[in-house]
């Protein structure tokens, strides 16, 4: 069975920054071969893309709303995937999920990941 675990959210004023991390574990599963992705639900809203990684970690591709401010990452030997945020703004406020695509690279596109972790709650202030 397949998990991914989320953590490091939290309240930050505007301006601020978090680093978000989501571990992967399973008794055979590694993110090594597969692009992972992270989205985020605010309330009221629809999940939305926020950014997404090749399996290699040589390709990567933004939400417009995060370009420049949004770094995703990640550490093939560690099972981890990492999302830093700057800049923090008040609308970045959402539930924020890891996914695990289906295969070597991926886009926005929800239905391009088959694991999906439980979700760390940001919020951001005013």
């Known amino acids: 069975q397949v998990q991914l675990v989320e953590s490091g959210g939290g309240l930050v004023q505007a301006g601020g920054s978090l680093s978000l991390s989501c571990a992967a574990s399973?008794?055979?599963?590694?993110?090594?071969?597969?692009?992972m992705g992270w989205f985020r639900q605010a309330p009221g809203k629809a999940r939305e893309f926020v950014a997404a990684?090749?399996?290699?970690?040589?390709?990567?591709v933004y939400a417009d709303s995060v370009k420049g401010r949004f770094t995703i990452s990640r550490d093939n030997a560690k099972n981890t995937v990492y999302l830093q945020m700057n800049s923090l703004k008040p609308e970045d406020t959402a539930v924020y999920y890891c996914?695990?695509?289906?295969?070597?690279?991926?886009?926005?596109?929800?239905?391009?990941?088959?694991?999906w972790g439980q979700g760390t709650q940001v919020t951001v202030s005013s």
């Open positions: 399973g008794r055979t599963f590694s993110i090594s071969s597969y692009a």
């Open positions: 996914a695990g695509a289906r295969s070597r690279y991926s886009g926005s596109y929800p239905s391009e990941y088959a694991y």
């Open positions: 990684i090749s399996w290699t970690g040589g390709s990567t």
